[in-house]
């Protein structure tokens, strides 16, 4: 498991809008990165985005996946 900076979580967000990556439950395009990552056995990068929405009692989360080519910084 690696440990995110806050840098590095700016980025992997601006990647999930970039990419047009919403919330599953509301639609919102308003997703906060989580604080660790997970190497995928592709050696790309495994994040939990949550809907910083108010609308989801228990919060939403989901997976996103970095591909091993796309630079987050160091």
């Known amino acids: ?11 992997i ?3 999930a809008r970039d990419e ?3 919330c599953e439950g509301c639609g919102s395009a308003r997703l ?6 997970r190497r995928t056995h592709d050696q ?3 994040v ?3 809907c910083a929405e108010g609308v989801h ?3 939403a989360y989901q ?9 987050i910084g160091a």
């Open 1 to 11: 498991m690696q440990r995110l900076t806050e840098e590095q979580r700016a980025r």
């Open 13 to 15: 967000e601006q990647l």
């Open 20 to 22: 047009g990556t919403t």
């Open 32 to 37: 906060r990165c989580g604080e660790e990552a």
């Open 44 to 46: 790309g990068l495994m």
């Open 48 to 50: 939990y985005l949550w």
């Open 57 to 59: 009692p228990r919060g």
């Open 63 to 71: 997976y996103f996946t970095i591909l091993p080519e796309v630079d």
